[in-house]
Nanobody, 128 residues
Framework: QLQLVESGGGLVQPGESLRLSCAASEFPPGNFHIGWFRRAPGKEREEISCISKDHGTTYYSESVKDRFTISADNAKNTFYLQMNSLKPEDTAEYYC?????????????????????WGQGVQVTVSS
């Protein structure tokens, strides 16, 4: 069972940056994609960004495009979400997920069901 552990959340002021990390245990064989999602209180889960582990292709939601960057360090089995120009509406619990069932990153990001592996989540709060 693939395990994921997020880190890097915290409290920042509007306009500041944070980098989230998602450390994965050893991947079993498969065409894995890794995604970042968030859930704000009282709201549905929202996709943020997904990346292909092996090919590096990426997908971003419109709400974070141009502000957030997803990346992968396959040597460390760690995936990152660099978040710049944070806004109060970015406040949420952030989760990473991994799954090998999807043909491309967009399909994974837009999937509304559960993924094979989830991290425990980290809180990001943007407030002055």
């Amino acid at each position: 069972q693939l395990q994921l552990v997020e880190s890097g959340g915290g409290l920042v002021q509007p306009g500041e940056s944070l980098r989230l990390s998602c450390a994965a245990s050893e991947f079993p064989p498969g065409n894995f994609h890794i995604g970042w999602f968030r859930r704000a209180p009282g709201k549905e889960r929202e996709e943020i960004s997904c990346i292909s582990k092996d090919h590096g292709t990426t997908y971003y939601s419109e709400s974070v495009k141009d502000r957030f960057t997803i990346s992968a360090d396959n040597a460390k089995n760690t995936f990152y979400l660099q978040m710049n120009s944070l806004k109060p509406e970015d406040t949420a619990e952030y989760y990473c997920a991994a799954d090998a069932r999807f043909p491309n990153v967009e399909t994974m990001c837009l999937y509304l069901g559960n993924f094979a592996s989830w991290g425990q989540g980290v809180q990001v709060t943007v407030s002055s």
